[in-house]
């Protein structure tokens, strides 16, 4: 892991050469950008701006102006043509003229007076047309076909009175009514021309009805418009609600749509066919019903702002060098300090903790940066000093762990080994108590054997008591019992000889439990002194070795009670021993002495008291090698069952025994790890120069 870590580090420290390799620009260059942006955009924004402001009041201005142009263009346009509504009226009111309408369609008049009067009607209106070089012709049509029709012109053609012009003039509502231009006219006296038209129906003083109209060439419009310029490219024209063209040089065009769109409001911005943007104006003659119209292109009116343009560039140009004058200064004064940091921070990843800036003389941020660069490495130094010192002392302590572990280790295995053996002796001792009980429960049936004998030597004896007393007349009889009483003494001789043998086996049992015992005890100590010397870790060997030393004190204690009990009962058999002794002689001599019963049967009596009394004396030994079998056999069940429970004790203390030795396996491991790693972490801090 550690291996990974100085991977890690060295990678970390060959990133900043491929970063600094990779940047595309450094902080100096990015300075200059950000100062050179910042002083340009703002000059070359705020002249822009200026550019913009002015060309569009510079348009608007001019977009007033050309609207009162063609407010006082269109009004010229009202003025002029207003004349030949008054030759109109000078029409309708011409008396004289009413009465040669009257006499030249009336019937009671006679044929020349009909021709003289037309004549007068022909006059009459060449000289009102005459007076006038832009008037086309000069009508009067009557609204009923028999009224007739006149023109100064004389050259009318078939009125079509179901035309919309004469019918929206034929109206009595109606004043005066302006017709748009058309070729050839609407009475077809404009040959080869364009004219438009004024008229207005009224009615004669006999009672007809007639409409004056007024033809006008369209040259007359143009005449007026011309001379009026927005701009040197401007164009002036009238159209119609359909936006088209009332008049033109070229005839062709008349009633054709216009170049550019009618304004909405009276006054829009349209991009013409050339691409440019123009000012188009208009305005609406009421009199009329057209337009006059004025279009210009904006880059004319707005061509006094290229010295404001050019004004806004010198002053773009000399910012733009100001500031990369600026820039340059900040750069170096920002760039040269923080590349040196950097050279700095690259030393110092690569371990020389030695190094210092120079600029912390500054009072600006890169003075305070270079201070707290100095603080940074002095409080690295200390710590990579801190921690090498803290390396070495780990590396210390982990040699002695090791070596600690390796001991502890040591001592799991002796306590272990130990353990194994207390173990061991456990079990030895529990089978050795178990053939205890055994010869203890034989014991007890032969104790019961020797109970019963002695009960049968004591009805022996007081029958010979009885025998003795009764004399001579039993001798025969004493030869019988004598010769049974000799068979049952050589039986009691045999079963105290075997009573002994047993009592014999019982001591060498109590023997061998006293060493078992003895060699418990000194493995419960031998335990405590390896659990003492384990230290805390060993407190759990010392309590059970305790326990097992207490077991052990208790085991010897009965052990030497069952042995007095015993020693005492070998006693009551060697002298029951020695009595039966005694009396085998005897029988065997009163065998020989039956016919000397009468001078010894005082003495065989006297010793058949004394017979039975040491047959009570036994009976009362035997009794009390009976209470010390009772007590002999719950001792060994408890001697049994300590040992079973020793057994088990010890197998545990075996079982954690074997724990601590894999525990103390895994310490040691876990010591030598803390050492390599202690020996990693030096070879790592080893690279830094303090």
């Keep these: 892991m550690l291996s990974a870590l100085r991977q890690k580090k060295q990678q970390t420290s060959s990133e900043p050469h491929s970063k600094s390799k990779q940047l595309t620009f450094s902080v100096g260059v990015k300075l200059f950008i950000i100062i050179f942006c910042c002083v340009l955009i703002p000059v070359a924004a705020t002249g822009l701006i200026s550019n913009v402001i002015s060309n569009r009041i510079i348009t608007d201005f001019a977009s007033q102006s050309a609207k ?177 063209l009332l008049h033109a040089s070229d005839l062709s065009q008349i009633r054709t749509g216009a170049a550019l769109p009618l304004p909405t409001e009276g006054q829009s911005t349209e991009t013409g066919q050339d691409g440019n943007e123009h000012i188009v104006v208009s305005h609406y003659s009421e009199k009329a019903g057209w337009y006059v119209v004025g279009s210009a292109p904006i880059s004319e009116l707005t061509a006094q702002t290229v010295v404001i343009r050019e004004a806004t560039l010198i002053t773009i140009l000399v910012g733009g060098l100001l500031a990369i004058a600026i820039s340059i200064v900040v750069a170096r004064q920002m760039g040269g300090p923080l590349r040196n940091l950097q050279r700095l921070m690259l030393e110092g990843a690569k371990g020389n903790l030695n190094v210092r800036t120079r600029f912390k003389e500054r009072r600006d941020e890169i003075g305070q940066v270079g201070r707290s660069f100095n603080e940074m490495m002095e409080q690295i130094q200390g710590l990579v000093k801190q921690t090498s010192k803290s390396a070495a002392d780990v590396l210390v302590t982990a040699q002695e762990l090791t070596e600690s572990a390796k001991e502890t280790a040591q001592s799991a295995r002796e306590i272990s080994e130990a353990t194994e053996q207390i173990a061991s002796g456990a079990s030895t001792l529990a089978s050795e108590a178990e053939r205890g009980n055994e010869l203890v429960v034989d014991l007890s049936k032969q104790l019961q054997h020797v109970v019963s004998a002695n009960r049968s030597m004591g009805e022996v004896a007081s029958d010979v008591h009885k025998a003795s007393e009764r004399g001579t007349e039993y001798m025969s009889q004493l030869t019988d019992k004598t010769k049974a009483t000799e068979e049952m003494t050589r039986r009691m001789v045999e079963k105290v000889d075997q009573l002994k043998e047993s009592t014999s086996s019982i001591r060498n049992l109590l023997d061998m439990l006293t060493q078992i015992t003895q060699q418990t005890n000194i493995l419960a100590l031998n335990a405590s002194i390896e659990a003492s010397r384990s230290g805390a870790a060993g407190r759990g060997f010392m309590v059970i070795a305790g326990e097992i030393r207490k077991l052990a004190d208790e085991s010897r204690k009965s052990i030497d009670v069952v042995a007095d009990m015993i020693e005492h009962i070998q006693n009551g058999i060697g002298e029951t021993v020695n009595v039966m002794s005694e009396a085998y002689p005897l029988f065997q001599e009163q065998i020989t002495s039956v016919m000397d019963a009468d001078k010894l049967f005082n003495d065989v009596r006297d010793r058949m008291i004394g017979l039975v009394q040491q047959a009570d004396q036994v009976t009362e030994a035997i009794e009390q090698l009976e209470k010390a079998q009772h007590v002999l056999s719950d001792t060994m069940s408890s001697v049994s069952a300590v040992s079973e429970e020793s057994s088990a004790i010890s197998e545990e203390v075996a079982s954690s025994s074997a724990s601590q030795l894999e525990t103390s396996d895994a310490l040691v491991k876990l010591a030598g790890k803390l050492e390599s790693l202690s020996g990693e972490l030096t070879e790592s801090l080893k690279k830094f120069r303090l």
């Design 68 to 244: 009162q142009t063609i407010v006082q263009t269109s009004e010229k346009i009202d003025a002029t043509i207003s004349a030949y509504e008054q030759l109109v009226n000078q029409v309708i009111t011409n008396l004289s003229l009413h009465t040669d309408l009257f006499n030249a369609t009336n019937s009671l008049t006679s044929t020349f007076e009909q021709i003289t009067a037309q004549n007068s009607i022909y006059e009459r209106l060449s000289q009102l047309s005459y007076s006038d070089s832009n008037v086309v012709a000069l009508s009067i049509i009557g609204t009923d076909p028999a009224a007739g029709a006149y023109s100064s012109s004389r050259t009318l053609t078939q009125i079509d009175r179901e035309a919309d012009w004469f019918k929206l003039i034929n109206n009595p509502e109606q004043k005066f009514v302006w017709l748009h231009t058309v070729m050839e006219g609407y009475t077809g006296s404009a040959a080869n021309r364009a004219s438009f038209a004024v008229g207005r129906m009224f009615k004669s003083n006999m009672g007809q009805s007639y409409v004056v109209l007024v033809e006008i060439d369209q040259a007359l419009l143009r005449r007026l418009i011309d001379g009026i310029q927005l701009s040197d490219h401007s164009e002036i024209y009238i159209v119609n609600g359909d936006n088209e």
